[in-house]
């Protein structure tokens, strides 16, 4: 019996620890099952075409607008000090509206601890909706519109996902760490340019 309570008393204090570590997360999931997304700002309507603020993604329906870094180097230590400051480009992937996949990667959830303003930031990425729209704007403010096509849980090192092989096509990849507090599995939403 009191082995039993011992391991009780160590799952519990794990649980809690893992809560702690993911607070800002879980306080998220909470706003939104309460109040719904949050509301994002932004200056014009979107529209494809239309000049916005440069270098920007909006998911109005999730309530996200992050800054997208463009890395200059495929390495861990300059992905996670771009992904403080926003979502992040992945390197000789397509830019916005060209043709190829222009590929975004953002934390779903990040230490207490940690520096930036967008640990969470992809946090309800699982929540897009098919049919939906992504706006990301090119460093020149230009707007373009990718309607959600499809969305799934892939394998840590599902490079495939990365290719540009994409028959002429202009779609938009955007992925996260999944579950919550791990880097087991990448959560992707697949979006295609709307022209």
Same mark, same amino acid.
């Given at each position: ?122 946090? $309800? #990425?699982?929540?897009?909706?098919? /049919? %939906?729209? *992504? ?9 373009? &519109? ?14 495939? $996902? #990365?290719?540009?092989?994409?028959? /002429? %096509?202009? *779609? ?9 507090? &791990? ?13």
């Amino acid at each position: 019996m009191r082995k039993r309570y011992k391991i009780l008393i160590a799952l519990g204090a794990i649980l809690v620890l893992f809560l702690l570590l993911n607070f800002p997360y879980f306080w998220l999931q909470a706003k939104n099952l309460l109040f719904g997304p949050p509301q994002v700002q932004h200056q014009n309507s979107s529209d494809a075409g239309e000049l916005i603020e440069p270098d920007i993604l909006i998911i109005e329906s999730l309530g996200i607008r992050a800054p997208i870094v463009y890395a200059d180097e495929k390495m861990e230590e300059a992905f996670q000090s771009a992904l403080a400051n926003g979502v992040v480009h992945y390197p000789h992937t397509a830019l916005p509206g060209e043709e190829g996949n222009v590929y975004i990667f953002g934390h779903s959830s990040d230490y207490v601890w940690s520096k930036g303003d967008y640990k969470t930031v992809f946090a $309800l #990425l699982p929540e897009a909706e098919i /049919g %939906k729209k *992504i706006i990301i704007s090119n460093s020149q403010g230009k707007a373009f &519109t990718y309607i959600v096509t499809d969305k799934f849980a892939a394998a840590a090192d599902d490079v495939h $996902l #990365l290719s540009q092989e994409t028959n /002429g %096509k202009r *779609i938009l990849t955007l992925q996260t760490s999944y579950p919550i507090g &791990t880097a087991l599995k990448r959560y992707i939403v697949i979006a295609k340019l709307l022209e």
